[in-house]
């Protein structure tokens, strides 16, 4: 048997290990299994879940998965009867799209997080004694972090069972939001941020206009950010942020904001399968780098940011802001998806960000909305 880990680069620890666990539940030696996949956003984590379940379940012996038997076929189009995706934050509108061009199987209605009734729905499925028709059943949970407490709670609980024939798969991109009982219970499988070379490999094939080593270093090798950063033509929309920052003026990054929600929907309408509410965090994260840059050039270490192509932008704003104002810009930017988690309207972020530069509080903010 030798296992085919298509279209996932390096990694090459996580598949080592994974052949193994495959191996494994080819031959029927365990009874259920918690794994943790664990690592930056973007760099194979769900694709190789869904690879480890298709050759888990596929009828082939040689390079699996095979492909063309009827597992491998309904796994390509997630609609295997023993395949369980949880996607906690979907945006509801392509999750119809979804539902009505491939009808998979329990996919969830993706309110912001999976309700805890739709937890319990799963673990009612589990409790059937075998898989239907393959050798275990599948659940994934794509983004796990993106649970709130309470589902989180009402997941431990299904941990706690004994299923038979049962894989769970955790994907878990920021491991801080994750119950620790949680994350004491599972196998933990590491995938690392890529290596440039992987990186490069990946793009190749890709008409990009972008300089690759830039493209790299501000996604931290995730290609999943990567590929949405040349969708959404965010290197630019990251100078717009810049000088909307710059200007502390809400407004205008309101403006910046919608326009780039605009571009995500234009674009989510063409793809079908983007299991990501990454857009959001890419303007989050992209606002925290610009803060953590200030402090390096205010240290002395401009050789090191990380936006190396906005460099005279961000010496002059570090030239005005003060240092106090950087750390509070850190704590909005650490808060800030804790509070979208909560039901804050995402149209609050704009004011949100631009508060530390104009000398408001944040806190208050949020707590307006
Ligand atoms: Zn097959």
Known sequence: MKLEFKGIYGQKKAKDYLTSVVSLLREEKVDSLFLEFVGPEGVGKLTTALVIANAVNCEGNDEIPCGICPHCIQMQHLQHPDLILLIPD??????????????????????????????????????????????????????????????????????????????????????????????????????????????????????????????????????????????????????????????????ELQKVFRSFLRVKDMQEEQEAFEPSNGYIDDFIDFYGSIARDLLY?????????????????????????????????????????????ANVDESVLPYALIAPIVGKSYQDIFRSY
């Open 297 to 341: 050039i205010k240290g002395g270490l401009g050789d090191f940011i990380i936006n190396l192509d906005l460099k005279e932008h961000l010496e002059e704003l570090a030239g005005f802001v003060s240092e106090d104002k950087v750390l509070e810009m850190l704590k909005v930017f650490r808060e800030a998806s804790f509070w979208l988690k």
């Open 90 to 251: 979907m945006n509801s509108e392509k999750w119809a799209e979804v539902l009505k061009r491939r009808e998979p199987r329990m996919f969830y209605n993706p309110v912001r997080q999976i309700r805890i009734d739709e937890i319990r729905d799963v673990e009612k499925e589990l409790w059937r004694e075998r898989p239907y028709s393959g050798k275990y059943r599948f659940v994934i949970v794509v983004n796990g972090e993106n649970l709130n407490q309470y589902s989180q709670n009402a997941f431990l609980k299904t941990l706690e069972e004994p299923y038979p024939r049962t894989v769970i798969i955790f994907i878990v991109s920021r491991p801080e939001r994750i119950l620790p009982t949680i994350h004491s219970r599972a196998r933990k499988v590491r995938f690392d941020a890529l290596s440039f070379r992987d990186f490069q490999q990946y793009f190749e094939s890709f008409d990009i206009r972008i300089s690759l080593p830039l493209l790299y270093r501000i996604t931290f090798g995730s290609i999943g950010k990567a590929k949405r950063f040349i969708r959404t033509d965010f290197l630019q929309i990251r100078l717009n942020i810049l000088k909307a920052v710059r200007n502390g003026d809400a407004e």
